[in-house]
């Protein structure tokens, strides 16, 4: 899905959750159900899990859109950063089969093996003969944050003068829903499935996991300006802290997650107050949603209390590793559009999450300061600002 076609969904209110396995009510959002036919060479594709091949078409329509699709002068100058909790232990090449409607029937038992696995970095960095770092990241539900981070890093400080950065997940398969569902971090309104997933809401009851995959191409300003290059943002600024507290719930003062969002509003020079949107981790559980937002408060102060607030789960659902990149892109085709799409099934606030959350309907309004917020297992926190094209 492109640019244009993500921001008509995102407008539109469309969610892409439905009922992955019936038998045991277990939900899903599949990134793109038709396949990737035309994007990846299948012989090659077979190499990779899905979730990279997820991140290897993404980067593919990135570099097109970037008029980078074609050998480069510099090669060594460039790197591909990949960002995946899972790191190919997502669905197996029958579950795939099935989940894709290319096999017709569901995987006889004891016909799914682990799916073949793969680095997508390297296999990007060797479709687009790419000779700077190919680098993986697996930091759970910020890893695309992260890989994001490093490439701007990289950029920075001279290595690459550009880079592929982003992350691909498929966590599809029964053994992880049916493993995260005992967590009790996945929604049960099987019955419901379109609006399972419901950001700050009273009722909410977990997240839906989601198949993603999306990609950046990453330039210094004066490397793009001089080739001429279709700028669609900038990235600001990437904080990152820790809460060391526990290994899967998140600390309840929120110190560590205001710190980062301070950091990464300090890192790009702005106030609160200034943000046209904020993209939540919003994942619909009892335990973040609540956390996250005393921390979006104490970071922000009385000046930020009106900033809208958008939690981008409750349509596209959880892609894990790759949610950062994801998200990113949505606030791209936001501040491109002109608009700031609604947190989805959002029909009574929960009074514990008193945000300026955008919800009902899309708000046509310019969108020129963004933040992105991730959070993940083991207390990581991370956060972007991204900014239009004219302030890059």
Do not use: Y
Not at 62 to 69: I, W
Not at 190 to 199: G, I
Request: with cysteine; net charge neutral.
């Amino acid at each position: 899905m492109g640019l244009p076609a993500l921001a008509q969904a995102l407008r539109s209110g469309r969610s892409f959750t439905r009922v992955t396995f019936p038998e045991q009510g277990l939900l899903g959002a599949p990134a793109c159900e038709e396949g990737l036919e035309g994007l990846l060479d299948r012989r090659e594709a077979r190499r990779l899990d899905r979730g990279a091949q997820l991140f290897a078409a993404a980067a593919r329509l990135a570099l097109a859109d970037a008029g980078l699709d074609r050998p480069v002068a510099h090669p060594d100058r460039a790197g591909v950063f990949e960002g995946t909790a899972l790191g190919g232990l997502g669905a197996t090449l029958a579950e795939q089969a099935w989940l894709l409607g290319s096999a017709g029937r569901r995987p006889r038992p004891g016909m799914a093996v682990t799916g073949q696995t793969g680095s997508g970095s390297g296999f990007v960095a060797l479709a687009a003969a790419l000779h700077g770092p190919a680098v993986t990241i697996s930091s759970g539900s910020v890893s695309s944050a992260l890989a994001i981070g490093s490439a701007v890093d990289q950029i920075r400080l001279g290595v690459v003068d550009w880079a592929i950065a982003g992350g691909g997940e498929a966590p599809l398969c029964l053994s992880i829903l049916e493993l995260l569902t005992a967590t009790g971090m996945l929604s049960s309104r099987a019955e419901e499935a379109a609006s399972a997933c419901r950001p700050f809401d009273v009722s909410r009851d977990g997240t839906v996991l989601a198949e993603g995959g999306a990609a950046l191409i990453l330039e210094a300003r004066e490397h793009a300006h001089r080739r001429g290059a279709p700028v669609r943002g900038g990235i600001r600024s990437v904080a990152t802290t820790t809460d060391a507290v526990d290994m899967v719930a998140p600390a309840n003062d929120a110190g560590a997650r205001a710190r980062c969002l301070r950091l990464a509003l300090e890192g790009a020079g702005l106030a609160a107050g200034s943000l046209d949107l904020v993209a939540a981790h919003g994942t619909a559980t009892r335990a973040n949603d609540p956390v996250e937002s005393r921390a979006l408060r104490a970071a922000f102060g009385a000046a930020g209390a009106a900033v809208p607030v958008v939690g981008l789960k409750s349509g596209l659902g959880h892609a894990l590793g790759a949610c950062t990149a994801v998200e990113v892109v949505c606030v791209l085709a936001a501040i491109e559009g002109g608009f700031v799409p609604p947190t989805l099934h959002l029909t009574q606030p929960d009074p514990e999450c008193p945000l300026a959350l955008v919800r009902g309907s899309a708000r046509e309004t310019p969108v020129r300061r963004a933040l992105v917020h991730s959070a993940g297992f083991g207390g990581r926190n991370a956060a972007l600002v991204i900014v239009a094209p004219d302030l890059e």
